[in-house]
């Protein structure tokens, strides 16, 4: 009888394997399978018409998928959705699809390759492989933005103990830093009736804004304001929230905002910060693999305790407190110097 290999062993093999799962994922969200799912089973020569692909290859991905849990195999070579896949429609509120293709484009795989080169010099590896940051990158290509900004949705949604995890009634009007379309925003606004909001992002992406506003009642009370948070701004603001931003940025591109968020405000506002907190040694896997995303992709970084407090003593702020505001971030408090 033969001897298994090592658990080691095998969960090595995995890892190295990992990356055909995803891009099977992402061809799966691409081609809407998920969608064409969801009236009930279909034969996967129905799915192969669909979506104009070829059916014995179609096959051959779905029953890999489903292998892992992703779809149901039936009998006669037909599909239909689980509760895993069911979050591949994008009609669903928490859609991962755009996350997936996101993850999985193009430009991020290529960025991803030049990982050794981030480590060797330290560099960002998009910029590195690309020739742009994925800033420049998605300004050139509005699909890849759109896709960004629906992941970001999703992300926003996702994470509503964000919105529990602080007294946002607190504040009359709440900035939203980088705010995407809204999703933030409406989810805030939603719990707290009394509050208004601006919602400040780039020309490009506030302007998708107002869909995301009115399908959650809040268009009337959010004032929509288009920019760059490295020239300025809007004033008028009781607390300035910046979430998954700065996480985003290296540490000196941090400071620049944060003056720049602090010359808006008066001393009794506040800055709200919602970003990872890096944890101890051997733990903490999401922070720490968020961190290599920020390195290869964006540019940035995650941040322990200390660096947090050091980086906002720097742009004029004074930690206030921390405190978990989901499986996956803080809610970081500070007040002007």
């Known amino acids: 009888m033969g001897v298994p ?119 960002n590896a998009a910029t590195h492989a690309l020739g742009m940051d994925v800033w420049e990158y998605r300004r050139h290509d509005p699909e890849a933005g759109r896709t960004f900004d629906a992941a970001m949705r999703t992300l926003a949604r996702g994470n509503r103990d964000e919105v529990a995890a602080h007294d946002f009634a607190s504040y009359p009007v709440i900035a939203d830093i980088g705010g995407g379309t809204g999703a933030f925003v409406c989810a805030v606004l939603s719990e707290n009736p009394r509050q208004r909001a601006i919602l400040f992002d780039q020309p490009h992406v506030v302007v ?68 990872a907190v890096v944890g101890p040694p051997n733990e903490d896997p999401f922070a720490k693999w968020l961190d290599l995303m920020m390195l290869v992709s964006a540019g940035g970084r995650e941040r322990t305790d200390e660096e947090w407090v050091a980086l906002l003593a720097e742009g004029g702020f004074r930690w206030v407190s921390t405190a978990a505001a989901s499986a996956t971030s803080s809610m970081i408090v500070a007040e002007p110097v």
């Open 208 to 275: 998708n804004a107002p869909p995301t506003l009115a399908a959650a009642g809040v268009e009337e009370r959010v004032e929509v304001v288009g920019g760059s948070f490295f020239d300025g701004v809007p004033p008028g603001a009781d607390a300035y929230v910046l979430r998954r931003i700065l996480h985003d940025w290296t540490d000196d591109a941090c400071v620049e905002i944060l003056c720049n968020v602090r010359r808006s405000m008066t001393p009794a506002a506040r800055l709200i910060v919602i970003d």
């Open 5 to 123: 290999p090592p658990r080691e062993f095998t969960e090595l093999m995995g890892l190295a394997r990992a990356y055909q799962r995803s891009q099977a994922l992402a061809v799966a969200a691409r081609l809407r399978i998920a969608d064409a799912l969801a009236a009930g089973p279909r034969s996967v020569a129905d799915l192969a018409s669909a979506t104009d692909t070829d059916a014995p290859t179609l096959y051959r991905l779905l029953r890999a998928l489903a292998s892992i849990g992703v779809f149901t195999e039936l009998a006669e070579r037909s599909f239909a959705n689980n509760p895993a896949s069911e979050y591949l429609r994008s009609d669903h509120e928490l859609s991962v699809a755009p996350a997936v293709e996101m993850f999985c484009a193009g430009y991020e795989w290529t960025a991803w390759g030049a990982l050794d080169h981030s480590v060797r010099t330290g560099e």
